[in-house]
């Protein structure tokens, strides 16, 4: 079993930056393929970045590429995401996931735990 706990969502101007966060709890953290997906308001939840459990493997969605940086420290059994240049687009419940899957995935079905989200809001 693992918990997963988000934090660093907040409101941001576009343009701007936030580091969100997920700490995990429990056994094997560094075993787990970990990833960030979104949610924004009537939309359906939706992939943005991966990182495979060696922390040199990961991916994107298209819409994030070259602004969003996934990273991960095993030590420290937290993965985080770096996000710059935010548009009011990107405003979304952003929510931490773990899949026991080998390779990088982008699919919701094979993410085993899910945190409780935290929320991102880009407006002026």
């Known amino acids: 079993q693992v918990q997963l706990v988000e934090s660093g969502g907040g409101l941001v101007q576009p343009g701007g930056s936030l580091r969100l966060s997920c700490a995990a709890s429990?056994?094997?953290?560094?075993?787990?393929?970990m990833a960030w997906f979104r949610q924004a308001p009537g939309k359906d939840r939706e992939f943005v970045a991966a990182?495979?459990?060696?922390?040199?493997?990961?991916y994107y969605a298209d819409s994030v590429k070259g602004r969003f940086t996934i990273s991960r420290d095993n030590a420290k059994n937290t993965v985080y995401l770096q996000m710059n240049s935010l548009k009011p687009e990107d405003t979304a419940v952003y929510y931490c996931?773990?899949?026991?899957?080998?390779?990088?995935?982008?699919?919701?079905?094979?993410?085993?735990?899910w945190g409780q989200g935290t929320q991102v809001t880009v407006s002026s």
């Open positions: 996931a773990a899949s026991l899957w080998a390779v990088v995935t982008t699919s919701q079905a094979r993410y085993n735990y």
């Open positions: 429990g056994r094997a953290f560094s075993s787990y393929t």
């Open positions: 990182i495979h459990w060696n922390g040199i493997s990961t």
